[in-house]
């Protein structure tokens, strides 16, 4: 049973000018979400600024988040750490808050072995009851999680179910669903594939783009469901523009600033995260309204 299908929102977390977590905007961000649709929700992943997260707040967003939902979606809430025992401290404590899945990144900076990746994900799984999805995408861990591997542990590891695949890479991506078929749920983590890796058997996104346009990105993910590859595929289109300027500098620094455009939060980033150049700001702004969001 899969854990969501269709769009799932990567969450920001928003933060207040002095840097702490802003759980009010937050809670509005949710509220948000919920009413436009989205299919889940996706805690303290790296839209979320996990990484600058301490493990304190780290896990008091993820509890917050599932109280405030309260099982209107899933909630699936970011653990993963590129240090094993971090993972499965960080997994245990979420699964007392009472979300319905984990997302797991492969471990960053250590560049482990595909060996040495299964050992990794096989002790998290090991140490819940909970649903885990793999999150692949080297460009930020320089760490690429093979198909081979994916399918290896959602066959061997019963509470490993899929993968947000972000690699980017179209061909590995086929070989995985030609090799994981029925065995491994499989969700675009780039906003700009949504479409090609559903035509592969994937069953949704975990979205950036769904922080600001949730509706929208449902209807491209609920289309293709819904036997509409066309229409979807028209959806995936007129958003591409949004996409691109969504990604021009790195995530979630135009996201973060397209929710304050639009009046949806007030407060920043944390270090190392500075606010965005100033020409970009303008493209942001551009593509927002040309897609009818500002």
Do not use: W
């Amino acid at each position: 049973m899969s854990i969501f299908k269709g769009s799932g929102v990567a969450i920001v977390t928003p933060m207040r000018d002095n840097g702490e977590v802003n759980y009010d905007e937050f809670a509005k961000l949710l509220e948000f979400q919920i009413a436009k649709g989205t299919d889940a929700i996706i805690v303290c992943g790296t839209t979320g600024e996990s990484s600058t997260l301490t493990h304190e707040e780290h896990l008091e967003t993820i509890r917050y988040c599932t109280e405030v939902v309260a099982g209107r979606v899933p909630v699936v809430a970011g653990t993963g750490s590129n240090c094993t025992e971090t993972a499965i401290y960080l997994s245990k404590e979420a699964e007392k808050f009472g979300v319905d899945g984990l997302l797991l990144v492969s471990p960053y900076y250590n560049k482990a072995t595909q060996n040495g990746l299964y050992a990794h994900f096989k002790a998290v799984a090991d140490s819940v009851k909970l649903p885990i999805l793999l999150y692949n995408v080297p460009g930020r861990t320089s760490c690429n999680i093979l198909p081979e591997t994916i399918v290896r542990l959602c066959k061997e590891v019963e509470n490993i179910v899929g993968v947000k695949e972000a690699s980017g890479n179209i061909n590995q991506i086929a070989h995985l669903a030609a090799i994981g078929a029925g065995i491994v749920d499989i969700y675009s983590g780039n906003d700009d594939q949504i479409v090609p890796i559903m035509s592969l058997g994937g069953i949704g996104v975990i979205s950036v783009l769904a922080n600001v346009a949730p509706a929208q990105t449902h209807e491209i993910c609920q289309r293709y469901l819904d036997g509409d590859a066309k229409g979807s595929c028209k959806c995936q289109l007129e958003a591409m523009e949004l996409c691109n300027a969504l990604f021009c500098e790195v995530n979630p620094i135009p996201v973060k600033k397209a929710l304050s455009l639009m009046g949806m939060i007030e407060g920043g980033l944390r270090r190392p995260l500075t606010e965005m150049e100033p020409e970009n700001v303008k493209r942001l702004e551009k593509a927002m309204r040309t897609y009818g969001i500002l």
